[in-house]
């Protein structure tokens, strides 16, 4: 590759920057969610429950502790997992494993520790394009895991909440009507995603005429321009990626059912913790996962890292009964395993990375054919889709200029005169 082609490469910048704003709103969330823990502390010894917490942590059964743990590693697993089948469907993906590792910590890391988790997604999308993936790759891979980890949140959100919504009204009210709100903005995000990865044109008129408005308020032009050319190159990249996805139908399913039981494996935690203090009724299985995932939709509604307040409030006002006096130990102990372990085990995972000596695909494929089940294969149908995608990707990863025309997609050299690069897309405008 040229010098001329690497200077041009797409973007290295944009996501260098976006590395460096998650890091400070990680370091903030992390002194944040410090002065919280000191908080609940001073707050044990304050209303008198010191005792009755260590009495609780003393009685403690060590094996349904290990399970509770076991399932919240389970859940870490099952979102690498999920990743792995979204990097598999591309042959020539140079993300291995030790990327996928590293991509689902940076979401736990920067997530926890950011508001409503919004440091989760550029994280993951700025560690995939440091595996090998160009901006736009990379934002379809992480937005079509987002699409799906939303369905599944909505699906399960449906199931409990038509299951046990009665239940808990009985209890509480209209406290209970709080969940079925930030259900409805789950469902609001999904619709809102669909739309993007299947409408792009209609979102790129969007975009450029906010643009145009940015640009009349005196923003200046070269911001201007590189915005309109990002979206240009970045928004298509991402919707024929989610079609590329989507056309793969059974290993959609596949990565739907994953994070439907990763999901579930997280919504079993409270359920061991339960019988690790001593309060545990098999019969309440699905009460308790009904209660957790309430939890849930609680703290993803909260704007603060952690989604502190909504998941104190959510584990008193729904499982509080449920541990008795143990409520206070039950919940540091729950959010020791759920959320503290799980951000200090990833800080050491964010800078895995892989060897590249094979793509996963390919792996893959080796590990098959060792077991023998491989045999003579035949090569499956290649779509027009899957080729067009195929050939954007690899112009992207090789720097070049990439448009989308009435005859499909053309590639030209990135180095091109914008000049001439703007006369050769003015037939699509």
Known sequence: M?????????????????????????????IFIGAVLVVYVVYLFVSGQASQFMEAMANIQVPWLVAACFFMFLYLVFGI?????????DPDSPVGVRDLISVEAS??????????????????????????????????????????????????????????????????GNMVLLCALSFGGHV???????????????????????????????VSEDKVENWREFVDEEIYSFSQKFKHSAGH?????????????????????????LFAFGHGDASDFVTVIAAAAFVQLLSSAVPLPGGTGGAEGGFALFMGHMFGSAATAAFLV??????????????????????????????WDRFIGRLGLGGKRKEPEVSELDRAV?????????????SRTSGGISVSPHSLPRKDRDQDASGEK
């Not at 040229?2 to 992390?30: I, L, M």
């Not at 999904?190 to 906010?210: D, E, N, S, Y």
């Not at 290993?251 to 913790?273: D, E, G, K, N």
């Not at 195929?390 to 990439?402: I, K, L, P, T």
């Open 2 to 30: 040229s010098a001329q082609t690497k200077t041009n490469a797409p973007k290295p910048q944009v996501d260098t920057a976006s590395g460096g704003d998650d890091r400070k709103g990680a370091r903030r969330g992390a």
């Open 81 to 89: 997992l999920a990743y792995a089948i979204a990097v598999w469907l």
């Open 107 to 172: 979401g736990i890391f920067f997530g926890n520790l950011t508001p409503m988790m919004v440091g989760s997604t550029p994280a993951q999308i700025y560690r995939l394009t440091k595996a090998g993936q160009n901006v736009g790759e990379a934002g379809a891979t992480q937005f079509t895991r987002f699409i799906v980890y939303q369905f599944g949140l909505v699906a399960w959100g449906a199931i409990l909440l038509a299951a046990r919504l009665g239940f808990f009204t009985g209890l509480y």
């Open 188 to 218: 609001c995000i999904l619709i809102g995603i669909f739309a993007i990865a299947l409408c792009p044109r209609g979102v790129t008129r969007v975009a450029h005429w906010l643009i145009s408005v940015l640009a009349r308020l005196g």
């Open 249 to 273: 139908f059974s290993s959609m399913a596949l990565t739907v059912v994953i994070t439907m039981l990763q999901l579930l494996f997280f919504y079993m935690v409270p359920y061991f913790l």
């Open 334 to 363: 729950w959010r020791l395993v759920t959320f503290i372990a799980p951000t200090i085990i990833a800080a050491p995972l964010l800078g895995l990375k892989s060897a590249r000596h094979a793509s996963i695909h390919a792996r």
């Open 390 to 402: 195929a050939e954007f990707n690899r112009a992207q990863r090789a720097g070049s200029r990439v």
